[in-house]
């Protein structure tokens, strides 16, 4: 090698080295191709031209900074948040795949929660029923003032044509999923605020929501090419279908829903479990992330027990008008796992137990039925009567520091000697230290979240 060449080489590796400390935290990964990309370093172009052009003859409105431009654009990114921009319909776009970026991206902390287990585990449903209830803000507290506004109309409208429209108004269960044929996502984004205290800047987070096939989370290769935004998720929902385990499929009634919707083999809830943490567990995941396990189909675990001997959890319904009940979901949380251990899942609550700490932490056990009822033999419901569905959402985002909780609780402890609950015979992490603070407890927000 040449003296040249060396210090050539020793130039690009201080480069390197130098950028990857002055643009430290100015780095974002785009919803759709997973990439990580400098917002600053973005091309902004006019959305409506977006639409009606190729992407090959489109004009931007800003090319992407090159040279010294591009070190200070990275530092300090252009906001598009101005008159200027605001009548162009100015975007960014992905320099990998063109995806037209939230508005507020440079700005604003993405928060992707991956809802994710094996196929017909109930995911597309869960998600339909949790984006309507969203909308409906239904997951604030009374009075909080907030907005919520959905930054993909697009792909929210897709959702609701090929999910939404089934659920709610053709009273049908949805088809499932089909795998994916695109390593690009089109996923719904939401920009959140809330003010938590009226002297208080708002607490603002833009929260992004996949739906994909289970096929292309149990399968790694499909995984990581298919679904990569798992890696990077904030916060998993794993959806734990009652169905596919077997002790609870055995103790079920002989139902017509078992014909409808699972006609696949289903896997057994470790071993889907396992294989969907195994790209976390060889991406060497950087940081724990707060883990719900949901036992979706709730409704039909009432099936498993005579009316008078029910978990205490079924037989209550939440109320979150006033804030996120921390000792409600304790208790469901205790029951869950006891629910579990009875129908000898014990080693699967042993492997997630292995995982906390590294991958995961917390870990929360919740149970939500997205449709409230069985469906019947077509795919048939009467109703859209959602059950829980909030849990283990509103414990995510309490999680990461972005909703407040109630300070006092109504139910709670007392559930927890209730006849039906016995105590179990598992050693179990308390999930949630109860330390009141001020009336919204554990809301965190000057700490981790971008101000506006
Ligand atoms: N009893 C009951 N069944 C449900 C509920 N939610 C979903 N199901 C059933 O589960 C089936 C699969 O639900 P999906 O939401 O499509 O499952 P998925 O996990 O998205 O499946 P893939 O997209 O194929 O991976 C549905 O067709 C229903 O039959 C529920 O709340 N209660
Ligand atoms: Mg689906």
């Given at each position: 090698m040449s003296l040249r060449q060396i210090l050539r080489e020793a130039t690009g590796f201080l480069g390197s080295k130098l950028s990857t400390l002055l643009y430290h935290g100015r780095s974002v990964l785009c919803?759709?191709?997973?990439e990580r990309i400098y917002p600053g370093a973005c091309a902004i172009v006019s959305l409506p031209e977006l639409q009606s052009q190729s992407l090959a003859t489109l004009v931007p409105l800003r090319e992407a900074p090159r040279g010294l431009r591009r070190f200070f654009s990275i530092l300090f990114p252009t906001s598009l948040m101005s008159e200027q921009f605001t009548r162009k319909q100015a975007v960014r776009i992905c320099p990998h795949c063109q995806y037209p970026l939230p508005y507020n991206i440079e700005r604003t902390r993405q928060v992707t929660i991956a809802i994710i287990g094996d196929v017909s585990s109930g995911k597309s449903v869960y998600i339909a029923v949790l984006l309507r209830l969203l909308e409906q803000g239904a997951f604030l507290p009374r009075d909080l003032p907030a907005r919520l506004p959905c930054l993909t109309p697009e792909a929210r409208e897709r959702y609701e044509r090929d999910y939404g429209k089934p659920l709610f108004v053709d009273r049908m269960v949805p088809r499932g999923t089909p795998r994916a044929i695109d390593t690009t996502h089109q996923p719904i984004i939401y920009e959140i605020g809330m003010?938590?205290?009226?002297d208080l800047p708002p607490v603002l987070f833009n929260l992004v929501i996949y739906d994909t096939s289970g096929e292309d989370y149990v399968i790694q290769a499909r995984q990581v090419q298919y679904a990569p935004y798992v890696l990077n998720a904030d916060a998993i929902i794993f959806m734990l279908d009652p169905v596919a385990i077997p002790q609870m499929r055995a103790s079920l009634p002989n139902d017509p829903h078992f014909r409808y919707g699972h006609n696949l083999a289903l896997g057994h809830p470790l071993d889907s479990f396992s294989k969907i943490v195994q790209p976390l567990v060889q991406a060497r995941a950087r940081r724990p992330r707060p883990l719900a396990i949901t036992l979706s189909k709730?409704?039909?675990?009432?099936?498993?027990?005579?009316v008078g001997q029910q978990y205490g959890f079924l037989k209550r319904a939440p109320d979150y008008s006033g804030g996120l009940d921390l000792n409600d979901l304790a208790s469901v949380d205790q029951e869950v796992r006891q629910l579990l251990y009875e129908y000898d899942l014990g080693r699967f609550l042993a492997t997630v137990e292995y995982y906390q700490g590294q991958l995961f932490a917390p870990v929360c056990y919740t149970a939500v039925s997205a449709l409230g009822y069985t469906p019947d033999e077509q795919g048939g419901i009467p109703a859209v009567s959602p059950w829980r569905c909030l849990d283990p959402f509103l414990w995510v985002l309490h999680e990461l520091g972005l909703l407040p909780a109630r300070a006092?609780?109504?139910?709670?402890?007392a559930l927890h000697g209730s006849a039906t609950v016995q105590t179990p015979a598992f050693p179990v992490t308390p999930?949630?230290?109860a330390t009141p603070a001020?009336?919204?407890?554990?809301?965190?927000p000057r700490q981790r979240l971008n101000w506006p």
């Open positions: 919803p759709s191709c997973c003010r938590l205290e009226p709730a409704d039909l675990l009432k099936k498993l027990r005579p006092r609780s109504a139910s709670g402890p999930a949630y230290p001020s009336p919204w407890q554990g809301a965190r």
